[in-house]
């Protein structure tokens, strides 16, 4: 039934049961095999928001992955470091993915017509749209548990506390171990495989594939939770101190646009309600893409965002600086992390008072203080 190829608790979750469901193909062939007929019968006009699609899709993109690339940069080339952590890792495993489901998204889905109506898809549309859902919800998930997992990364180089840092490192392995099992089973919801594409209008294959429903909503609710648990680790640290305004105001920044997400991932959750059956799948989630590139978007670019803060200090710190001291000379400067726990005065350049870079050293494992949050806001 093309109903079943619309239910489901998330926009992933509906690709999933899109192509895992054990729906009846000579159901979908006949509203597929004459265009014309179909819209004639039903007189439903002829509607194509594929470009708008195509348009968002690649702009969100573009955008994310030169933002992520961008953050690469400044930390291997302009940051007191200069060399990737774990999260630049992560970020630079985020940006073949993000570009390989923007080409899947614009070339594979839209091409086979997603923003469309069905009865304007062709059998053969039907199928491609099939094999690329089947693509893409891999490449969701592994971006999804990226993204998470490296938001957990950045919170473990910059907060010190034994507590929290064994909190955090509980955290990603449950990210890493829980995206792995989704991975694993939007790969193999359908035995075989290629079942789960070929089984429409391809009468003379034989397969199963798994109710996937139930699992959707688990999903989708586990995600949920998550987000509001990642904003939570850092929100408990910063309430503590005592912050400059700047700072103040770069770490509600940083942390609303993981709120933000959240808000994307709630949002698609109760769209979704609404096409639980659509008999128009191609048409109806269209939103649910657009959603969803939306929020891994504004996640990734969420975690480049204290990187691009320090390029502005250096470009401009009588805007962007937080923080100032005297100088030997009366001006004034901007504090510059570096390697060591103790502040010392850097060899040729007096004045200028450094602070102790989190991502090189350990040695201290007190409360957060203000001057740790050097690199974050």
Not at 71 to 89: E, M, V
Not at 102 to 120: C, K, Q, S, Y
Not at 260 to 265: E, Q
Not at 329 to 350: A, I, N, W, Y
């Amino acid at each position: 039934m093309l109903a079943r190829l619309a239910s489901g608790p998330s926009f992933l979750w509906v690709m999933l049961l899109s192509l895992a469901s054990a729906a009846d193909v000579s159901s979908l062939s006949p509203a597929t095999s004459s265009n014309r007929t179909t819209e004639a019968i039903n007189n439903a006009p002829t509607r194509d928001r594929s470009p708008r699609l195509a348009r968002e899709v690649i702009t969100l993109g573009c955008i994310t992955s030169l933002v992520m690339i961008f953050r690469l940069i400044i930390n291997k080339f302009y940051s007191t470091r200069r060399a990737f952590s774990a999260d630049d890792w992560a970020v630079f495993v985020g940006i073949f993915i993000r570009i390989s489901a923007t080409v899947v998204d614009a070339e594979g889905l839209i091409a086979n017509g997603l923003g469309r109506d069905v009865w304007t898809v062709s059998t053969q549309q039907v199928r491609g749209f099939a094999l690329y859902f089947y693509v893409i919800q891999i490449l969701y998930f592994i971006e999804i548990t990226i993204m998470k997992a490296t938001w957990g990364l950045f919170y473990l180089s910059i907060f010190p506390g034994r507590i929290v840092r064994r909190i955090l490192w509980i955290t990603i392995g449950f990210i890493v171990l829980t995206g792995l099992v989704f991975i694993l089973v939007a790969a193999f919801q359908c035995t075989p495989v290629r079942y789960t594409w070929e089984q429409y209008g391809n009468h003379g294959l034989h397969g199963r594939c798994i109710k996937i429903n139930p699992v959707g909503w688990a999903n989708a609710a586990m995600s949920v939770a998550m987000d509001f648990w990642l904003i939570a680790i850092p929100l408990n640290e910063v309430h503590k101190l005592s912050l400059h305004w700047k700072k103040k105001l770069g770490a509600a920044v940083m942390f609303m646009t993981a709120l933000f997400v959240t808000i994307i991932s709630i949002i698609r959750f109760r769209s979704l309600v609404t096409f639980a059956n659509s008999k128009n799948p191609t048409w109806d989630q269209f939103e649910l893409v657009l959603w969803s590139t939306v929020e891994v978007s504004v996640g990734m670019i969420g975690l480049c965002l204290p990187a691009i803060r320090q390029m502005l200090v250096r470009l401009a710190p009588q805007f962007f600086a937080s923080q100032q001291i005297p100088t030997s000379s009366g001006g004034d400067t901007d504090l510059v992390p570096t390697q060591g726990t103790t502040t010392k005065q850097k060899e040729g350049q007096p004045g200028v008072k450094h602070l102790p870079d989190l991502r090189l050293s350990r040695r201290t494992w007190g409360p957060l203080v203000e001057d740790d949050w050097t690199r974050v806001v």
